[in-house]
C-alpha cells in the first residue's frame, strides 16, 4: 500500500517519467476518489495535486487526457536494519569493520 511520505516513480505513457513524494492524501468530494498531493523531484521542485482512486495510487494504470499514467512505489534496495546501522555490511551480512560517516562529521575537522 502506498502512502503519504512515500517515493513513487511516475511512468508517463509507458516510460518512467518521475520520481516524487506523497505529500497528502484526503478525501475528494466525489465518493471512492482521494486527493493525492505530489512533491515532484524535478528543478525546480513542483508541487502536483491529483485526483485518483484508491487502486490508481496503489499502482494501478490510468490515463490522464489518454496518456497512459502508472504511480510505482520505490522500495529501496537496502533492508531498514542496515540502514539504521553505523556499521558497513558485506554481501553475505558480516561486519566489514568499516563505518559510516556523516558528512558533517567531516566538515568540522576541516
Known amino acids: 500500500m502506498t502512502t503519504i511520505n512515500d517515493l513513487v516513480l511516475v511512468h508517463i505513457d509507458n516510460k518512467p517519467g518521475f520520481y516524487a513524494r506523497i505529500e497528502n492524501v484526503s478525501p475528494d468530494v466525489k465518493a471512492g476518489w482521494w486527493k493525492v498531493k505530489l512533491l515532484v523531484l524535478t528543478i525546480p521542485v513542483q ?4 485526483i485518483l482512486e484508491e487502486s490508481q495510487i496503489n499502482g494501478a494504470p490510468f490515463t490522464m487526457g489518454g496518456t497512459p499514467v ?13 540502514a539504521a546501522n553505523p556499521e558497513a555490511n558485506d554481501d553475505n551480512g558480516k561486519k566489514t569493520g568499516a563505518k559510516v560517516v556523516s558528512i558533517l562529521d567531516r566538515k568540522k575537522k576541516e
Do not use: C, D, G
Not at 47 to 50: C, G, M
Not at 70 to 82: D, F, W, Y
Open 47 to 50: 508541487i502536483y495535486t491529483w
Open 70 to 82: 502508472l504511480m510505482e512505489k520505490v522500495v529501496s534496495p537496502e533492508p531498514a536494519t542496515q
